[in-house]
């Protein structure tokens, strides 16, 4: 299955969260999650029973929607975290937060993970001074991320570097905003990594 393309604030509305899908309306309290608080469609306010199997699934499309993933990447991605030693549920957020495109979006260089994902994907970031341009790039401990010289003054990246005054950086990353770069210092503990994703039922509906 490819990556979803359509509105994403449908996604948000379905899955009854915000996923962090639209930036700037996101901060003013413009989305579509704030406005109408219900899935989409003619039966969007009916209540219904979740059984188990629709709370795990609900739970890996909340994690795959947000980093952006197409269902193979994401069965691939746990699939490493299961091989791993440790706690597949854990590991499996780490491998999601070690994503270049998404590093991008802790160090508040791209107001969404979409955004990132372009500017990585179109050459716009360099990794210890090397372009990378594969959004799935992990990223290690100590690793340089920095925007391009000539992309350093793009109005939506300024944009979203100026947003991070309000909405703040990741403890896990050290960034220079006016030199729009970034150290990726450690891969954070579970507890920092702030998501509406409940990782234990994801591990559940692959261990079936």
Excluded at 90 to 112: C, K, P
Excluded at 114 to 137: C, E, M, N
Aim: glycine share 8%; proline share 3%.
């Amino acid at each position: 299955m490819a990556r979803y393309r359509g509105p994403v604030e449908k996604i948000e509305r379905r899955l009854g969260v915000s996923l962090a899908l639209k930036g700037e309306r996101r901060l003013a309290g413009k989305s579509a999650i704030d406005k109408r608080p219900f899935a989409p469609g003619q039966h969007g306010q009916a209540h219904s029973k979740i059984s188990e199997y629709g709370t795990q699934l609900r739970e890996k499309q909340k994690a795959k929607f947000m980093y952006g993933l197409s269902e193979k990447q994401f069965s691939r991605l746990f699939a490493e975290a299961a091989r791993r030693d440790g706690n597949t549920g854990s590991l499996l957020i780490s491998l999601l937060e070690q994503r270049l495109d998404n590093v991008v979006y802790r160090m508040g260089f791209a107001t969404t993970r979409r955004f990132a994902r372009q500017l990585v994907t179109h050459g716009h970031i360099l990794v210890d001074g090397k372009r990378v341009d594969i959004p799935s790039y992990s990223v290690k401990a100590g690793q340089k991320i920095e925007v391009i010289e000539r992309s350093k003054n793009n109005p939506q990246i300024v944009k979203a570097v100026e947003l991070t005054n309000q909405t703040g950086i990741a403890a896990w990353v050290d960034v220079e905003k006016d030199k729009k770069f970034g150290i990726f210092t450690r891969i954070p503990d579970r507890e920092e990594v702030v998501i509406p994703v409940e990782e234990r039922y994801i591990v559940e509906l692959y261990s079936k």
